[in-house]
């Protein structure tokens, strides 16, 4: 009732409309109902009186009820469409907006997919509630109480006699719609499973021919193939079983009209022309009743569909703006760590980092996968809120700054790069969209991206994303860092932003970067030594705490965990070192 | 100028531009084409129009076993006629539901067949098609082609063609009887048909047309939904919350829009129908008592005329149905008939000899090839390599190693030059016996949706439990695997999701081990990865090469160390070729290259 009585509140500001909606239908339905007096008249009074007077009335009584009809249709049709449609474009805008508003820890465990259907899936079963639904609930139950008392006044044996099989076609309607439901449900779930067969042949196409095993392909698919063909046939044959014998109920009553009604006739309880109407009658309520026992099972679904749009919209932002939030004009980039801790939920990822950074430093982070690494830069950013502790920007608590004002000043690349289905002009422009064309260009080329770019046939406005050309790893993180650096930022995030390019561009890239880091506060993550060897200080991190700290120097000379990647990644290039001709530098 | 206009809106619509399948000339040879699918179903087909047409006679009876209660049992009192007329009514609607029942079944298992076995068809084509077809095309429209498309098709072969037939055969016996009742009533009352078809052809193509335009409004709403929450991180770190709410905003209220206007236009419809309809009846007030006043039709054919004329609308408005079926379903019998139509580039030679057990002696004789036939990517290749030994490739982007190594297994033919194996020309040994002896580890390994020991699996499928746990403790992947609760039985998601890069890696090595290949082609993955998983693939690596003859596009010094032959490979030419120590002494390109990567640390070294 809960649920029902939310998603009616989306209604409210259309209720005006909605009323208006249901007058028009009432009047379209109690005018529809007159056609079959009009035609008992016809039998009764003109044919069988054998009098042509009452035909012009007639006539034009039928014409005028069609346009009439007509006009109604038309303004209820609209106005229910217009409120339903527009409650749940609020309904749509409401659930994007708080999704946007939603942490990285809602989409840590979110799943795309699943976002997806209960925003167009469950709102369209919403829509179909409000819409159609309400209104033709409203109608079959309308429709059936007026018929019912018309049927009961002109001869209630008659009636009684051809309603009897109503209450079957009813609850035959009602088993069906609930078994049909899971069969159509099974056949969706075996097209997902297809799905992936293909997607997966497709793109594995290289691994599929290397292996020389198309036929273990083919086998595979045929199977789904052959599952996917029985769950179809399974409900053709609850269709095949179902639909037939609910036309035969209705068609019974049909024949008790005929029979148990022209016996009427006989006996004088009745005359043809009522029998006829009667006849036109009982054909209006099969429909209703069918439509009754569907609407039941809809509403099932409509409601089941309402709490997953909700349970969404009720999921707590819980990263905030505080009430008297700061709003940072230009951040200077000072940062400081003091005693910070942060887990997801269970066991701690960082513990007890205190650390102070200098606005203009550059600052190294290395440790193994796990070891919190990025957990530390995401909380610069508050993607995510400290356990225990703080971290001031400028000597403000961030979570007294306002955050968009945080969030406008920092770069950030991440580790997966996201691209939007768009062009690289307008992905580059994501960080910044009153770049210029020639600011965009001057970002890709620190990045090492432009280049690349224009080999391409359409250059910058090469469409990239899921539904673009595939780019490389490393082109994805060149054109991420250009995103990042076109934004011009106080802060510069690279979150293991150059792991899929090559070193040397890698080298390019960071002789670049340098040259923009004054004055801004950069974060470097990486796995390579030579990546963070510049850097103004090193943290190295095991297990969510810092175990070393320095400068390239300072740390090689000691002998640690940073000392030890050193000698591990630095070995490979002295042997080099023997062919390098001394003063060559 | 910004590029964004205004409030940095990402065109999410574009691509979304439907194919205009309304305005596409009808193909009589598709046609003939589809049509012939259905040529082993004829006999069940033919015994469902049969069916069918059942159904429609003995709906039509219906209203004539009214007239006749009318006509003579209700005057005549005539009690056992009216017996009659019931027991006969309700034979017919049990018929019709037996019936009813028998056409449901009949006309969807040929439906359901017929797509089988074409869905099959065009997968089994698919896995015949050399890689200059998969080139270019994205995966997403394959699958297009081999879901809806062929569920398209299903519509048209199935319901669409008998029903056709069906609906103009009703409609012709419903004609028929009325003129056979009355004929001039009859023809007083075809007068309100010219009326229903145009509200069937052209009313309701211009109502499909708008909610085509629905389709395509909400395609692009979904997709900017898809790619928003699944980039919800970006949009949260570049603070682009606000333009993204304006850009949803704009699509949904486009969506709405349009499907008010689409609806506007749907609403039209039904009170046309019923407004000729009420003609149509008028008429046959008007004209019908005249008739029965002068005592041409009784009064019961008047009642039969009043039911039949309602019956008029739903077989032109299932024309009207079947002819955007029609259009549809062509649209995609015409792309799925051109990927059928496309000849495998790749295939046996007639005399084609069984390869026998690879040694591995690999030679390029001047071997040219391009992807696109104008421009040449390898320029002349010539090289070769004694078995067992291992060569890595080097070379910048696009300078031709990954091409090198298509061609070795056949993924593409040389445009000139030849490639031999122990001697065998590729070209004239059969595929399978080639590949066979063949592995191949990509960059970005494809992890298949299923359990671990499926996917290394998929080197040998016949492989005991025994070989894979072998061939994954070579790999280094046992570790790792064995600290899964689920062991060898976890279950990975699709593409893998829930192993690391690294673990990917290992994954595929064991599945290349598995297979025991003659031949191995490595394309080392740039990504770095933390140091201890980075040992573990150097090591794997090794152990993978050794006795093999194998190829390595590689990027990892060690691996290139230690190969037999390194190939530098610049602008589709070999500019280098030798031992690592010979090049490094002759100061080249390779020399040039790993100088490069020196520096960057050798200033720290030289403390």
Known sequence: MKTIKRVLSYFRPYIGLFILSVLSLTLLTSLGLLRPKLTQIFIDDVVYARESELIPQIALALIFIAVFRGVFRYIQGVLSEKVAMRSIADIRRDLFNHLMALPYEYYDKARTGELMSRISGDVQSVKHLLGEGLLEFYDSIFTFIVVFFILIRLNWQLTLVSLSTMPFLFFTAIRFASQIRPAYTKIREQMAVLSTTIQENVTGVRVVKAFNNQELEKDKFDQDNISNFNKRLNAVSIRARYIPVMHFLGGLSAIAIVWFGGYQVIIENLTIGQLVGFYAYIWSLIWPIRRLAFLVNFFQRAKAASERVFEVLDVAPKITDSKNAIVLDKVKGNISFNKVSFNYGENDVLQDISFKVKSGQTIGILGETGSGKSSLISLICRFYDVSKGAIMIDGNNIKDIQINSLRQQVGIVHQDVFLFSATIKENIAFGNIDASFEQIVEAAKIAQAHDFIMEMERGYDTLVGERGIGLSGGQKQRIAIARSIVRNPSILILDDATSSVDMETEFAIQQEITKLLQNRTTFIIAHRISSIKDADIIYVFKQGRIIEQGTHLQLITKSGYYNSIFNEQFKEQELLANFVVEGSD | MPILLSRGVINMSRNFDH?????????????????????????????????????????????????????????????????????????????????????????????????????????????????????????????????????????????????????????????????????????????????????GLRLRTYVRDRWRVVRSKRSSMNAFLQESISGMRTIQAFTQEFNSAE?????????????????????????????????????????????????????????????????????????????????????????????????PEIKDKIEAQVMPRIKGQVNFNQVRFGYDRNVDVLKGISFSIKPGQTVALVGSTGAGKSTIINLIPRFYDVLQGSITIDGYNIQDITIDSLRDQMSIVLQDPLIFSGTIRDNIAYGKPNATDEEIIEAAKLANAHDFIVEFADGYQTEVQERGSRLSVGQRQLVSFARAILADPRIIILDEATSSIDTKTEKLIQDAIQKVLIGRTSFVIAHRLSTIRNADLIMVIEDGLIAEAGTHESLMLEQGVYYNLNIAQYRSLQKAAAL
């Open chain 2, 247 to 343: 850009s949803f905003e704009e699509v949904n209220s486009d969506y709405t829009s349009a499907q008010l206007k689409a609806t506007k236009t749907s609403l039209l419809v039904r009170p046309a129908v019923e407004i000729s309809s009420a003609i149509g009846t008028c008429i046959i007030y008007v004209a019908g008592a005249s008739f029965v006043f002068r005592g041409q039709i009784s009064e019961g054919v008047l009642v039969a005329f009043l039911t039949y004329i309602r019956w008029f609308w739903e077989p032109i408005r299932n024309l009207s149905n079947f002819y955007n079926v029609l259009l549809v379903a062509m649209a995609s019998a015409e792309r799925v008939f051109k990927i059928l139509d496309w000849e």
């Open chain 2, 19 to 199: 194919e205009d399948v309304y305005k596409q000339k009808f193909d009589l040879q598709n046609f003939k084409r589809l049509v012939g699918y259905l040529r082993p179903y004829l006999k069940y087909l033919l015994i469902t129009l049969g069916i069918m047409l059942t159904i429609s006679l003995a709906e039509m009876t219906g209203p004539i076993l009214i007239q006749q209660a009318i006509d003579r049992a209700i005057p005549e009192k005539n009690v056992s006629l009216l017996n009659i007329i019931g027991v006969t009514y309700l034979g017919l609607r049990l018929l019709i539901a037996l019936s009813a029942y028998f056409r449901t079944k009949l006309l969807n298992r040929t439906g359901q067949s017929v797509i089988y076995s074409l869905r099959k068809q065009l997968f089994n084509h698919i896995q015949k098609l050399s890689l200059r077809f998969f080139d270019g095309r994205p995966a997403g429209k394959l699958m297009t082609r081999l879901t809806s498309d062929i569920e398209n098709l299903n519509e048209l072969l199935t319901s669409g063609i008998v029903q056709v037939i069906n609906e103009v055969l009703t409609l012709a016996l419903i004609m028929g009887i009325m003129l056979f009742m009355h004929w001039q009533l009859a023809l007083y009352t075809f007068i309100i048909l010219p009326l229903l078809m145009y509200i």
